[in-house]
């Protein structure tokens, strides 16, 4: 094992859309899935550009599925190679992760009893982001013709969750471009196309090319939608035909609509050869590994797996665009169709506020551009200041889905209340704002952008707390926290607290801009209208908000968790779904147990402000109530560091590698839809904030190493205030 290779052995049908989602490469700009280039029944062929959306029923938005560069035919003889055809002798599959490249090498039989190694390697370019490459390898046991069909297919569809398909492109023309320096015979074919609602011209461009081995023929194929380069040689046995093929997308998010053919092609102009592109895309990975690998000594598995987890980050991390988010389920799968949620700010913005900080802003630029959808969204709620939707897309708009079909029953709608009442999303947005300043010392970005985004959720929490006149204190009522096991809740502890935090947060963020850009501060409080009046309200919720606590330090879920029925979790095993799943939504609502544990959540946020023996006192009330196992994805890293805080190293363990295993493993039985970026997000804060105990302020870092007891050497990098420090526990 070299700590740096997925590796699948062996074709297994009842895995395909587990081990497509693991096999996805990108490169920030899109994302493809692992499907086979030639097709398999029932593939979910993906490849996802960030931004490009279009409408799709219930979901009300959903990236659509880009014109696919994998189509790649190969026939032996006339026969055509599928993997569910004639007999596959070998079967091998890697990703390697140091360089985002996926190879297959597989030794087939045909039905006639022809044989043939295939070899495809693809990556999508990290150098070069609108660029795709792929090259396949064929060597013939015997003299034999081989054809290769390479196409762009113009018509790709999306599935809903019960496989439904749709499309989403309108086709407006294709062709041949003879690029005149080269062979009459050599041109590039080119894609023009659109999606039906939200009009996002596409440009794709293919050039194929066979390197090794005589080619006999070569034709274009006008295919409809479906533009085709075929090359047919005459290999003799044991000879390998090499055939790249290269495809560039350009969009009208890119570049002016007129101009996406063009750009596309030109793209294209720039690739020399095979070599040139992997070394470009390696070198332009070596950079991110610097600044983002984690060295585990002494466990092999955690090694291999925090890269993985970290792999799929890095792929859908959005470098030369901030007008795009990553979705929940990245770009690697139809789940949650693209729509970002809080998993940004609180589980993946960390890995990259401390390890690319360029990308996190990016991210957090999207939030600023689309504040002005907030503020639509506080006012149509009757709200003043800026209101997040609980899901993001686009425009910004609340694209969280009302009502979707039942799972069990689609003629029965389900009522998704998320949009309407998982509020606290405002606040972790404005955290993350702070969290990037206080780790870059980005003091530009805070005037320019973060204090409004600070200072305008604040306004919505102000606006939205309700005085009971009764208990004399302000309240959030009939809210959804963080574990979505219990809905309608009253007095949530995490939106409570985290609401409060928002407004002080902003009170001081006022105050260091009154000193440290006096005019930015006036221009502000004109802006926002934030009167003497208003701010006194904020001191005002801040000091009477309702934070439900025992007197002995125990912080409660929710106003009357305690009410809930008590559940034996262990006396439910063995099981192998969630307790929602087990009880029913409303079963599980009014239990005890805890899809995540928010209170935990929270005291991992606000580290500073509790004692160690709260922190226990809460972990050990909380932990047997939690459905680790088949609740919330998210909620295993934050329970490693917390486990990691109260000196509980086996269990920090145990949920980490849960964490680190969501996908690889299947955990939950649904990473077909795609990675769950959480989870992975998550992972770097639980060996930074967990096993390296790290704790930033605006003062400094320090660390508190707790490694697991087998491990030998823990490694890492991270940025405090734009130098890069380096963590090497055990090292030498
Ligand atoms: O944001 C999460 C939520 O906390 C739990 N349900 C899934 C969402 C997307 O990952």
């Known amino acids: 094992m070299n700590g740096w290779t997925v590796a699948q052995s062996e074709l297994d049908a009842t895995r395909q859309h587990h081990h497509e989602t693991i096999f996805t490469i990108g490169n920030g700009y899109l994302a493809t899935r692992g499907a086979f280039e030639e097709g398999y029944p029932q593939d979910r062929r993906t490849t996802f550009l960030h931004g490009v959306f279009d409408a799709a029923p219930f979901v009300v938005t959903e990236l659509a599925n ?24 070998s079967f091998a599959r890697e990703l390697d992760l140091r360089n985002g490249v996926l190879t297959r090498r597989v030794e087939w039989e045909s039905p006639r009893g022809d044989r043939a190694t295939i070899l495809v390697e693809r990556f999508c370019s990290l150098a070069a982001p609108h660029l795709v490459c792929m090259r396949a390898s064929i060597t013939a046991a015997r003299a034999s013709e081989i054809e290769l069909r390479a196409s762009i297919n113009g018509n790709p569809l999306s599935e809903g969750a019960q496989g439904e398909k749709l499309a989403h492109w309108e086709f407006l023309a294709q062709g041949l471009s003879r690029a005149a320096s080269r062979d009459e015979r050599d041109g590039d074919v080119f894609l023009h196309t659109r999606t039906f609602q939200s009009r996002i011209e596409l440009g794709a461009a293919m050039r194929v090319i066979a390197t090794h081995g005589k080619e006999t023929a070569r034709e274009f194929w006008d295919a409809r939608n479906a533009p085709t380069f075929v090359l047919r040689a005459n290999a003799s046995a044991g000879e390998t ?30 690739v020399t050869n095979w070599n040139d592109a992997f070394r470009a895309n390696a070198a332009a990975w070596q950079v991110e590994w610097a600044r ?121 709608l389900i009522r998704i209340w998320t949009g309407d009442i998982e509020i606290h999303i405002s606040a972790d947005i404005a955290y993350a704002a702070h969290q990037y300043w206080v780790a870059t010392g980005d003091d530009e970005w805070l ?96 000091a009477k908000i309702y934070l439900p606590a025992l007197p002995n330090g125990l912080l409660l879920q929710f106003q009357d968790y305690l009410e809930r029925q008590a559940v034996d979790l262990a006396a439910l095993e063995p099981r192998t779904i969630s307790v929602q799943a087990l009880l029913g939504i409303e079963g599980a609502n009014e239990t005890q147990v805890l899809k995540q544990p928010d209170v935990l959540m929270l005291m991992y946020l606000l580290q500073n402000e509790f004692s160690r023996d709260q922190v226990r006192l809460n972990y050990d009330f909380y932990t047997p109530r939690t459905d680790h196992t088949y609740g919330s994805s998210l909620g295993p890293s934050i329970q490693t560091i917390m486990a990691c805080a109260v000196g509980k190293p086996d269990d920090a363990y145990e949920h980490f590698m849960r964490a680190l295993r969501a996908d690889l493993y299947d955990v939950r039985g649904n990473a077909d839809d795609g990675i769950h970026a959480a989870s992975a997000g998550g992972t770097w804060q639980a060996i930074a904030f967990g096993f390296g105990g790290l704790r930033i302020t605006r003062e400094g870092w320090t660390i508190e190493p707790r490694l697991p007891q087998h491990w030998k050497r823990l490694a890492f990098r991270f940025f405090y205030h734009g130098e890069q420090q380096v963590v090497d526990i055990g090292g030498e």
């Open 241 to 270: 035909v090499v055939v790249e093929k290269y495809v560039s997308y350009f969009t009208s998010r890119d570049v002016d609509a007129a101009r996406v053919v063009e750009a596309a092609l030109q793209e294209l102009n720039a």
């Open 292 to 412: 983002t690998d984690v060295v585990i000594e002494g466990d092999e598995e955690a090694q291999l797996a925090i890269r993985f987890n970290l792999f799929q980050m890095l792929i859908a991390a959005p470098r030369l665009d901030d007008r795009v988010n990553i979705g929940a389920k990245t770009l690697s799968g139809f789940g949650y169709r693209g729509h970002a949620f809080w998993d940004t700010e609180i589980f993946m913005l960390p890995l990259f506020i401390y390890t690319a900080p360029h990308i996190a802003k990016n991210l957090l630029n999207y939030r600023y551009r689309l504040l002005n959808a907030a503020r639509a969204k506080a006012k149509a709620n009757g709200f003043e200041g800026a209101q997040f939707p609980w899901e993001s897309a686009d425009t910004g708009e609340e694209v969280t889905p009302t009502w979707i079909p039942s799972y069990l029953d689609r003629s029965q």
């Open 66 to 89: 880009a014109p696919d560069w994998l189509a790649l035919e190969i026939l032996l003889n006339g026969e055509r190679f599928a993997l569910s055809r004639g007999t596959v002798i």
């Open 447 to 542: 005037m320019d952008k973060g204090a409004e985004l600070i200072l305008d959720t604040a306004k919505f929490w102000a606006a939205r707390a309700e005085w009971n006149e009764k208990e004399k204190r302000y309240e959030y009522n009939d809210v959804i926290g963080p574990d979505e096991y219990h809905d309608h809740v009253n007095n949530n502890y995490y939106t409570n607290r985290l609401a409060q935090w928002n407004l002080q947060t902003a009170l001081d963020v006022l105050e260091w801009l009154k000193s440290h850009a006096p005019t930015k501060s006036q221009q502000l409080v004109e802006q926002l209208d934030l009167s003497p009046a208003r701010l006194e309200k904020w001191r005002d919720v801040i």
